[in-house]
């Protein structure tokens, strides 16, 4: 199963549809927050996808969750924006709160840097910003032989 990761879009739909269009494969796009209305307006052109959304420090009035913590593909997810847990700093506060959950992928934003990492049995991305011309999103791809992340620039 393919998983497209992005986030902080901060008001690009234009980007964020151009990387679903790109990656045809990808069965759940997830948000890791800074973007809840781009979100909502995909949802209704690609009604054939599922979506998972958490709101950012930039969703204002949103409803969605902080964080997220599911089973996709047989693997324990956690899925946050990353302001929370101080992932300006440093992410040992995040990586803890999500090994203390059983995540085998930790799936974050908020630096606007993409980061790809492996610690412990956790994989950690944050797919860096999707915004502007410099963007970047993440791919994770769950099989049975293993998982493999990935940062692509658009």
Known sequence: MRLLVVSDTHGDFYNLNKVILAQPKAEVIIHCGDGEQQVEDCKSVYSN???LSVCGN????SS???TIIRNIAGKTV???HGHMFGVKSDTEQLVSKAKEHGAEIL???HTHQPLLDYRDGLYILNPGSLKGLDGTYGIVDITSAGIVT???HI
């Open 49 to 51: 996808r599922m979506f």
């Open 58 to 61: 930039c969703d204002f009035c």
């Open 64 to 66: 969605k969750p902080p």
């Open 78 to 80: 956690f899925i946050t």
């Open 107 to 109: 799936l974050f934003g």
């Open 150 to 152: 990935n940062i692509i």
